[in-house]
Structures are given as structure tokens and as C-alpha cells.
């Protein structure tokens, strides 16, 4: 399962690409407004792609909502804004996001983050 941290057009959006069967552990980055990094350390997703799932075949992209309560350190808040249409998978990345350590410069701030999940 792969792991891709990359910028997208919202300067407090995040993407992670999980492709199931590929490991990756990257750190990964993304400019906000003032031009400093917040950093993200990315999970193994393939850890959190839900057994019925694979089964199933389900894949899909969710987008979770987070905030950064501390300068580094977990996220908070969590939560589905943009489902798979597979609950199994909402779920999985919500849990996921929560498992990610992050560092912002921005404190208390709200972020989005894309989590795809795909299987070769």
C-alpha cells in the first residue's frame, strides 16, 4: 500500500494515496498561506484497510476533517466530511488520520486530508 502526502488546491487540504499490497512510510509536507511546512508523518494504511473490505473489493477516496489543537502532536476533532460510500472505509480512515502524528505552525487550525483507498 502506498502512502502519498501531497498538497492540494486548499492550503489546509492533505492527499494520502493508499494502494493496498504496497508499503511505504514517507513523511510528507504541504505549504500553507505563509509559505511554512506543516508536516505530517504518515501510518501504513494497508494496517488499517478493513478486512471485509478487501473481501468486498471496496475502495474509495473519504475526506477527513481535523483540527491541530497543539503545535505537534495528534489530531483532533476527526471526522468524515466526504465519504467512500463504504462506511468500513470511512471509518478506517477517520481512525487513521487519529493515529498520524502532525506538525503546524498554525495551532488550532482546521485541515482537510484526502485518504484514497485503492487495491492492486
Known amino acids: 500500500m502506498r502512502v502519498n502526502v501531497q498538497p492540494l488546491p486548499h492550503p489546509n487540504t ?23 511546512h506543516d508536516h505530517v508523518r504518515s ?3 494497508s494496517d488499517y484497510y ?4 478487501r473481501r468486498l473489493a471496496d475502495e474509495g477516496p473519504v475526506v477527513v476533517e481535523f483540527t491541530l489543537p ?9 471526522h468524515a466530511v466526504e465519504s467512500s460510500l463504504f ?11 487519529g ?3 502532525m506538525t503546524t505552525n498554525c495551532p488550532g487550525t482546521a485541515f482537510r486530508m484526502l485518504v484514497d483507498f485503492k487495491l492492486d
Open 50 to 53: 478493513p478486512p471485509a473490505s
Open 14 to 36: 492533505v492527499r494520502v494515496a493508499s494502494r493496498y499490497g504496497r508499503q511505504s512510510h514517507r513523511e510528507g509536507a504541504k505549504h500553507d498561506r505563509s509559505g511554512t
Open 70 to 78: 497543539k503545535a505537534e502532536g495528534s489530531p483532533a476533532e476527526i
Open 99 to 101: 493515529d498520524m502524528g
Open 87 to 97: 462506511d468500513r472505509l470511512d471509518a478506517a480512515a477517520v481512525t487513521a488520520v
Open 43 to 45: 501510518v501504513n494504511l
